[in-house]
């Protein structure tokens, strides 16, 4: 035989030859299958013989639909695992009456639950099911009516459009914050950097400083009489003047400055016995 002269039976003619034989035999096993498991009569373990029968029958299917999401970060393993609940799903539900094929009826339902399980995996922080959905909604309609407005549309606008509540749109929007998240100890860009995320947006709270000191006067200040209390309030958190404050209360200014100088010294004391 001449070299390079395909051998009887392996050409390409002869390969599709086979597969559409392959093709015709699956459906006619599968034809089989369906009824057995939709039989009146039939026992539920021949139901369940059946049942298993139709998913190893088309689990080469699930395989196919699983390498459309490979190296998208998850084992091959895992995606035909989650394929095979659709798998299953469309078993149970498909109707051979309506004479689609089952492949073309499974196919859809098998790459929507793997597409459903990158959904609930790729979220940083869990969120409910009805709030992944509905974000998919939200930025679906937004397109949508951005397009035929000609502006980003309004959240009142998005709840008529979509049938749910202003309140529901918000929650929406504001989960869609947890799909994505930064460490706080992540840099930017820059190789050379060492500058973190906490280092840009955490500032020095300067009033953490006096915090317990804050603590401690409260209930000193309570124990005060209502006009030292009045003339504290005046002179530190409402920054008048000691004129302005003999004004307000009805005393002469040397007055004020007493009773201030007093009850400081009353309160340095007190606080001076807690330490």
Known sequence: MTSGT??????????????????ELTR?????????????????????????????????????????????????EDLVQVGTIGLIKSIDRFDTERGVEFSTYATPTIIGEIKRYFRDKGWAIRVPRRLQELRMQISSTTAELTQTLGRSPTVSELAVAIGCSSEEIVEGIES????????????DNNDDSTTTMLDAIGVEDEG??????????KPLLDQLA?????ILLLRFFKNMTQSQIAAEIGVSQMHVSRLLTRTLEQLRASLDEQS
């Open 6 to 23: 395909p051998e009887p039976g392996t050409g390409p003619e002869q390969e599709v030859d086979r597969r559409a034989a392959g093709v």
């Open 28 to 76: 006619r096993r599968s034809a089989e299958l369906f009824r057995e498991l939709r039989e009146d009569d039939a026992s539920d373990a021949a139901r369940t013989t059946a049942r298993d029968g139709l998913v190893h029958l088309h689990l080469p299917l699930v395989e196919h639909c699983a390498r459309r999401f490979r190296n998208r970060g998850e084992p091959f």
């Open 176 to 187: 869609s914050n947890a799909y994505s998240t930064l460490s706080l100890d992540a840099t």
């Open 208 to 217: 953490l400083e006096h915090v317990e000191v804050r603590e401690s006067l």
């Open 226 to 230: 209502p006009r030292e209390k009045k």
